[in-house]
């Protein structure tokens, strides 16, 4: 197997392009994708501040690396959520990073704060993910607003993407479709949202955090076991095997021709916001998701 580019020994093949590259055209055709995404939805300038938000996984990792390297000087947030194990072996990662880059790390200490998020979803009833996203969510925009960043980068892929893409159309979600783009513009105090690695497959980041040495937790989180997530990526990668390419013309196409799904008002939109009665943070309710979420350990406190 040849580079396509130098005609040296490659070190990965892939598919989805009909090519094969050496360790530095991979590089280049890495750098390629993420300039690509960032300048297509004009993400940031390198003048701004980033926020990535960092799990400890290859994704969001890799994503903070090669922001680096590409001259965007941005800084990390984890976010603790006291899962047993797993959150300790995950921010060190996260910590390592740091170092690596000579970045600094915001470190949001939830589990020790609050309760581990286990206890809280059990609380309130809810699904260990669904607390998880609303509290994750809710300090990247806090720590975003409190410490002057201009946009929040998330670690999502292409295949996440995909198959949230598919998870919406299986059910014809259309605003949901609509609004699924890798930019959500700031808004009434909810500040811009990016997710500048969304060309890229989970193969191809982790193949480029394999090649840059970085380490990674490899564990899936033990809570998330978000089945139908799982399930149409599954399905996607059967398709995939069987004609390369599907996975991005699917999600890539549809980002080309996203202005046939047009949007209408729901509850989910970003306006109509008023001020959470608790912690003071935009919110659409009264109270704010998180505030609630919280409230369920009220009895647990005193
Ligand atoms: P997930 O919702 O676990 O698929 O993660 C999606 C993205 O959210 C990741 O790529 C990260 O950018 C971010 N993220 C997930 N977990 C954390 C965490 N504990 N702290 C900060 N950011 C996170
Ligand atoms: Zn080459
Ligand atoms: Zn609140």
Redesign the pocket.
């Given at each position: 197997m040849k580079c396509r580019v130098c005609k040296s020994l490659a070190v990965i093949s892939l598919p989805r392009h009909n090519s094969a590259f050496c360790k530095e055209h991979f590089f280049e055709f890495f750098y390629n994708q993420v300039k690509k995404a960032i300048k297509e939805f004009r993400m940031f300038r390198p003048s701004e501040r980033i926020l990535v938000?960092?799990?400890g996984?290859k994704?969001?990792l890799s994503l903070w690396h090669a922001l680096t390297v590409l001259g965007y000087p941005a800084d990390g947030?984890?976010?603790d959520?006291g899962i047993g194990g797993y959150s300790e072996k995950s921010k060190e990662m996260a910590e390592k990073m740091a170092n690596l880059l000579g970045r600094r790390l915001i470190i949001v200490e939830f589990g020790r704060e609050y309760a581990p998020v286990n206890v809280v979803a059990k609380r309130a009833r809810r699904s260990e993910c669904s607390a998880c996203?609303t509290i994750?969510r809710y300090y990247f925009n806090r720590v975003a607003l409190e410490e002057g960043y201009d946009v929040v980068a998330?670690?999502?892929n292409l295949d996440?993407e995909a198959a949230r893409l598919l998870g919406n159309i299986l059910r014809w979600h259309i605003p949901f479709i609509a609004k699924q783009l890798p930019v959500l513009e700031e808004e009434n105090e909810l500040k811009k949202k990016v997710k500048p690695l969304c060309r890229l497959t989970e193969q191809e980041i982790a193949a480029y955090a394999f090649l840059n040495r970085i380490s990674y937790i490899r564990d899936e989180?033990p809570m998330?076991q978000d089945s139908t997530s799982l399930l149409y990526k599954r399905a996607l990668n059967l398709i995939e095997a069987e004609s390369p390419g599907t996975k991005h013309f699917f999600y890539l196409e549809f980002l080309k021709q996203r202005d046939i799904f047009s949007v209408s008002p729901t509850n989910h939109d970003r306006t109509g916001i008023k001020r959470c009665e608790i912690c003071g943070s935009a919110s659409q309710t009264d109270i704010c998701s998180f505030c609630r979420l919280v409230s369920y350990l009220q009895p647990l406190k005193t």
């Open positions: 938000c960092v799990s996984g994704d969001s947030l984890y976010i959520l996203g994750k998330t670690g999502h996440d989180c998330s």
